[in-house]
């Protein structure tokens, strides 16, 4: 896995490690994902405030600075989940589709590995369609299950992918924390 150029082109964009042939997330972020997975009365997470400061932490955890999270996202999150959605939909939220991304979350590094080991002899023969970066005019196509464009996205919703170094390969911002 380690000698996949796919793979390395895009590893520095993405929230994990490589070791051993594996991706994983650092033992701090898995056991804080592993919490948010268990719903509310474990994680304590059910308001937009408590989901951003859980966000906020699993940012640290992956040595991400906080202040590289828009200064606009604690009160965004709060306001959506705590003012704008009414109560009855906020709870259904913390309590059902919360723990379902982070769960999702959890097994982002195994559906990454399985979209890579397929990458090369799946849908096209002789046709590399592994995630990666690709130059400017670089022709190239890649093929991602449905539950990897949700797992990425939970990513995104959860403001997990590193921000440094985007601007040198001229990357937009993909974390959600310019919605607010």
């Known amino acids: ?5 796919d793979l390395k082109s ?3 964009f993405l929230p994990f490690s490589l070791r051993s ?5 650092p033992a701090p972020v898995a056991e804080a994902l592993t919490d948010l997975s268990k719903g509310p009365n474990h994680s304590k997470i059910d308001s937009g405030e408590g989901l951003f400061i859980a966000i906020s932490d699993i940012r640290n ?10 200064t606009s996202a604690s009160q965004g999150f709060a306001l959506f989940f705590d003012d704008l959605l009414p109560r009855n939909e906020a709870a259904k939220w913390f309590e059902e589709v919360v723990p379902q991304l982070a ?6 590094p ?3 590995e399985t979209h890579y080991e397929n990458a090369d002899d799946g849908v096209l023969k002789g046709v ?3 995630l990666r970066l690709l ?4 022709p190239g196509i890649v093929f991602l299950s449905q539950e990897l464009i949700g797992a990425l996205l939970a990513c995104a919703l959860f403001c997990l992918f590193p921000t440094s170094h985007r601007g040198a390969k001229h990357l937009p911002m993909i974390n959600f924390d310019h919605l607010f």
């Open 1 to 5: 896995m380690e000698n996949r150029e």
């Open 10 to 12: 895009i590893l520095p």
């Open 21 to 25: 042939s594996s991706l994983f997330w």
């Open 61 to 70: 955890s992956l040595s991400f600075h906080s202040f590289s999270i828009d």
């Open 103 to 108: 769960k999702l979350l959890l097994r982002l």
């Open 110 to 112: 195994l559906l990454l």
């Open 128 to 130: 590399k369609t592994g």
């Open 135 to 138: 130059e400017s005019q670089e």
